[in-house]
């Protein structure tokens, strides 16, 4: 979504800004390269002199909203339970996210950038158990994305593939956890 704004604020092709991301995205989860320098390749390539990181920042800043209904899951769940985040996220974008608020709700928080690992790599579950010192038993993992469940799966975790909120507070019920 905010790229094909970019594209279009900026005049740019988003078919190169996808293949520059897709090139790059390991290296912008695990802090090898930042938000600014895959923005100033994207610049390069395409011959635009306007300024893109203020232009994606702007984007991305009203880009991030929590979904009403998995917030008032989350709150519940606080009141009752400890909670973590574990985030494939750049520091650019993670700075953001602070920002608005996003990881005040979570005990703990694993952002890829900070750690030079990202979901799905067994290593970054193990990070935030040792963070939380609990064991993957003790925990349900919750993800929109099917590898990064199976690879939580693989390591013990409860897992809940996300689709929705609806979806979630049933599946969360369960597992016996009161909501």
């Known amino acids: 979504g905010g790229f094909k704004i970019l594209a279009e604020q900026l005049n740019i092709d988003y078919d190169l800004i996808v293949k520059i991301w897709n090139e790059n995205n390991a290296k912008l989860d695990t802090h090898k390269m930042t938000t600014e320098e895959f923005l100033n390749i994207v610049k390069t390539k ?9 232009a994606w920042k702007n984007i991305y800043y009203n880009f991030i ?9 989350i ?25 608005k608020g996003v990881y005040s709700h979570f005990d703990v928080v694993v952002l890829s950038y900070q750690v030079g690992l990202a979901k799905p ?3 970054i579950f193990e ?12 925990c349900i993992f919750i993800d929109d994305k099917i590898e ?29 956890v009161s909501i």
Request: charged residues 30%; proline residues 0%; hydrophobic residues 40%.
């Open 65 to 73: 909203e929590c979904d009403a209904d998995v917030l008032k899951i």
């Open 148 to 176: 990064n469940i199976a690879a939580a799966k693989s390591l013990g975790f409860k897992a809940i593939h996300f689709k929705d909120a609806e979806q979630l507070a049933s599946e969360l019920k369960g597992l016996g």
């Open 121 to 123: 790599q067994k290593e």
């Open 46 to 54: 395409s011959k635009i002199k306007s300024d893109i990181i203020g």
């Open 127 to 138: 990070h935030a158990l040792n963070k939380l010192k609990l064991n993957a038993g003790e």
């Open 75 to 99: 709150e519940k769940l606080k009141a009752k339970y400890r909670l973590a985040i574990i985030s494939n996220a750049t520091e650019f974008h993670s700075k953001l996210k602070l920002e």
